[in-house]
């Protein structure tokens, strides 16, 4: 049977995303792989941690085994509450916050109740490209805005509001992960975290705040979230246990104005009925047992000396003309190499000659550039991996240099 | 901020699903429910089977706690397949399956990828409301199928396939539950099954089979999968964990052709990455260790006892006119009630009453009928509660059969 014929007129925008086929590399031994997102293995939990969350679930009957509530345990709401409060400075009741089954569907989610075809839709250059991928599924329009080291240039997002408006337009949302942002390594300042709530109030949009990296911060640096400073509900925030418990127990949340939960609520009802209340009961336990409170110093610590290293062998390695990002926090430092080289076009044969993978960067870019761009990722690799590995980088790019 | 002018246009058609609504009731002690689909508690995984599948957990390092590939752990694949093989009589190798995060996201991905707006689809009558719901994502137009004691009427059905292709159309997929049906309780004929799929490929469309309650068997019943029958690749067929181990796990499969996992997956890397890998090592090593297969006889043993017992009493106490469904397996029992009842507007009054819930059958029909029918659910309520329960709800019934 020919099944292309049944397929629905929108799939022929999918594809496969680029960084989930490098998880593929990520666990070959004979390549060491920048290519993935994933937590240092170190700062998993371990089994007593574990033990411990079944002795809890084992406590409550049948419980965690059931269906839950679609917006997520009573429980574990509550504690999610306390959680914006005391370590995000976010301000939320447990009917302003809803347990979603990672980020991801926080993403999805916001693509179905918020987007009609054609709208336009806001992002930085670069952005998460599986945050695109979600969104493509309603067919929007994009709109890029640079940054520089300071987060997005927000002369170039007011030029792009400007001509929206001449032309009768409004942006829907715009989509922004103003601290550590993945892949570029950023994090906006305070100043421009001001300014970009008055130009949403000023032209009329909400901000999507994605936050999974803010608690992995290691360098000194001023900020408060978005959704703590937004006077006017604009901000519908997310965040993620992924990346400060694991990402396996695939729990995030999302906090916004009750009506708008309402609607993320709705949907979710027909995406999956409610998120693993297992995993839920896991992430509960973690919060009341300060787990993960105890955790992050510990990842904050791994991750500053893997980003220190990694940034420190850049610089002495690659070509002069390269420029790297230096990030206060998270997960990734990104890379504009020469303009003469297209690192999608060199990454087959750098994976094969040299045994090691990157992320091209050309597919986080909205508007088709970055084709010399590239991410890579320290918090999954060990120390005495990133020395191999970006000097194999380095031969790698200097190689292709050479030749363009 | 007014919200609501930001939401997408077909945010209007969503609306809470009133069995997700009814979950409230499910845990008020004064109330007796019959409207949730939950499983026995007794039937849930023991203590020591939990404890024992950590145990299996902490062995595999940090494989668990990462981020698996977004088609499902491949040790989780590779005894699927066996699973299919053994005890569904299903033939799949591990790239003709997908894991997902419980058959609705089946139900969703399905939706996404194949929907078109004002596709035709057809159901049964009644159908899955959650399954509805899904598909309404997309705008499709729905033929409903009226059921029989052996399921779906096929001569109404391919009445309306020769309405659709005098019309120059054509319907993009039957959805069915054929076995144990949601909301019914009916279980379709081998005979129409046989027919159903010579119905397919004569008038060219696809079937999702969506098969949840087909272990649980209690009666005599000789039937086969209808992908178990499918030789021309028409059948994609979605099960679930959630009612022969746990729903708290969300995890269950899609097995269909190579060339439509392929889009599942696609589609699937921008809804959630992937399906809980924790979960997905939970399913493997009860798979592995026979737990399920140990765990269905009890199951099917429990079932029945509670099964007879509300049938037995409807039987006895409900109105003459009334007529219930006798199910040879799953969980709910379906009843039809005297026409000038509407057991939507009866149900308030009964629950705060009569202190017990079902869920109005109204919902089920995709054709806006069914207004005097219920759906029963005897797996959750015990012995006792079904007896009270539905003494009450006999009471309810007659003194509105009195009133009308």
Known sequence: ???????????????????????????RKDIISFGGGLPDPASLPSKEEIVSAIEFISSLGDRAFQYSPTSGVPELKTEL??????????????????????????????????????????????????????????????????????????????????????????????????????PAGISMSMDRRKHLLELASKYDFIILEDDPYSQIIFKQFYFKRLKSIDSEGRVIYMSTFSKIYAPGVRIGWVVADKSII?????????????????????????????????????????????????????KEMMPEDSVWTNPVGGMFIFGWLNEKINTKKLLI?????????????????????????????????????IKVGIERLSKAVKEEAKKV
């Open 262 to 314: 309402n609607f993320y609520e709705l949907a979710k009802q027909f995406i999956d009925l409610c998120s693993s209340s297992i995993n839920q009961y896991i992430i509960l336990h973690a919060l009341q047992s300060n787990l993960i409170e105890k955790r992050i110093p510990l990842i904050v610590q791994r991750y500053k000396k893997k980003c220190e290293l990694m940034y420190g062998l850049l």
């Open 1 to 27: 049977m020919d099944f292309y014929r049944f397929l629905a007129s929108r799939t022929d925008r999918m594809k496969a995303s680029e960084v989930r086929e490098l998880v593929k590399y990520s666990r």
């Open 81 to 182: 509450a306390k959680f914006c409060r005391d370590k995000l400075d976010i301000k939320a009741s447990e009917d302003e916050i809803i347990v979603v089954t990672g980020s991801q569907q926080a993403l999805d989610i916001s693509s179905r109740i918020l987007i009609n075809q054609r709208d336009y839709i806001i992002t930085e250059l670069p952005t998460y490209i599986a945050a695109v991928q979600a969104f493509n599924l309603m067919r929007p329009n994009y709109l890029g805005v640079p940054m520089d080291q300071d987060g997005m240039k927000l002369e170039c997002l007011e030029r792009s509001l400007r001509m929206l408006r001449e032309n009768g337009l409004k942006p829907k949302f715009l989509y922004t992960i103003p601290t550590c942002q993945n």
């Open 349 to 385: 044969d750098v994976i094969e000659k040299y045994g090691v993978a990157y992320v091209p960067g050309a597919s986080f870019f909205v508007d088709g550039t970055g084709w010399n761009t590239m991410r890579l990722n320290f918090s999954f690799p060990d120390e005495e991996q």
